[in-house]
């Protein structure tokens, strides 16, 4: 059973959850894109929100400025927040634009908001669930897809529906998050990306 949880955190890991995004707008839209493009745009986005956050966070482990990779204390994620809002604002400016991508610029656009939200509520010493915001804005990303380009992606939002409660359920199992915590991570993940559908639906 503790096993089942853990994997949960891992395989839905905030970090991954704008790859994942990313992935299913390509996978999902019905718009023609060169395989070229696709694979430079899905390397960049994994080097920006993935590869170069983990690289950060062993850094800071190494010079002892956070005590765990896990980020467990409240003051650990100041520093990872921030640079993640930093990297959401080159992805903003740089690999996708509003007229070529909108779904994908107001995808990270709500992203930085989520992203923003956690880092002032670091500042009031709260600590949100980051697993939760990133699963609940993949699936509120992927609903509006759905409802953008007219298909029939139910099974995978269904799929997404179950991580949500799975995600949940392991941070508690875990004791990494009270309920308040988890509660505010999804509206925190969902909401702007809900509020950002005026844009680009």
């Known amino acids: ?6 994997i949960a ?14 992935i299913l707008y390509f996978y999902v839209t019905p718009r023609f894109i060169f395989p070229e493009i696709v694979y430079s745009k ?30 467990n204390e409240v003051k ?11 990297l959401f604002v080159l992805i903003i400016r ?7 991508y909108p779904e994908l610029y107001f995808f990270f656009v ?19 669930s980051l697993h939760t915001i990133g699963i609940s804005g993949i699936t509120m990303f992927l609903i509006a897809l759905s409802i953008h380009f007219k298909i029939n992606v139910l099974v995978i939002i ?16 875990t004791n990494s998050h ?3 915590e988890l509660l505010f991570g999804f509206f925190i993940g969902a909401l702007p990306q809900l509020i950002l559908l005026n844009y680009w639906l």
């Open 1 to 6: 059973m503790n096993f089942f949880f853990k």
């Open 9 to 22: 955190a891992w395989f839905f890991h905030p970090l991954l959850m704008p790859l994942l995004g990313v």
């Open 42 to 71: 899905l390397i960049v986005v994994f080097i920006l929100t993935f590869l170069i956050p983990i690289l950060l966070i062993f850094l800071l482990k190494t010079t002892r400025v956070i005590n765990s990779v896990h980020l």
């Open 76 to 86: 650990e994620r100041r520093y990872p927040l921030m640079f993640q809002c930093f």
């Open 94 to 100: 740089i690999v996708f634009s509003p007229s070529q």
């Open 110 to 128: 709500a992203i930085l908001i989520s992203t923003i939200t956690a880092f002032i509520l670091v500042l009031f010493k709260f600590k949100v």
């Open 158 to 173: 269904s799929l997404l529906l179950l991580a949500n409660g799975w995600v949940a359920s392991s941070r508690m199992y």
């Open 178 to 180: 009270s309920p308040i």
